[in-house]
């Protein structure tokens, strides 16, 4: 299972998750007015399994299968 927090902010979100292989959290910045929000999203496979909504310490927390 990944796990992948998101810190959502009006213009910009950051996104973390745990590689699996190195054990390394890794964050990364969007900007929403850009587009990247929109193209990382995109990027994941349709009909992923997800969860999402749980907060964490202000994080949303979405979980995947």
Do not use: S
């Not at 995109?42 to 997800?50: E, S, T």
């Amino acid at each position: 299972m990944n796990i992948i927090g998101c810190d959502l902010h009006t213009r910009y979100q950051v996104v973390a998750w745990v590689d699996e292989e190195t054990g390394e959290i890794l964050t990364l910045r969007l900007e929403h007015e850009n587009g990247e929000a929109r193209a990382f999203y995109a990027g994941w496979a349709p009909g992923l399994p997800a969860r999402g909504g749980e907060f964490e310490r202000g994080i949303l927390v979405v979980k995947t299968a």
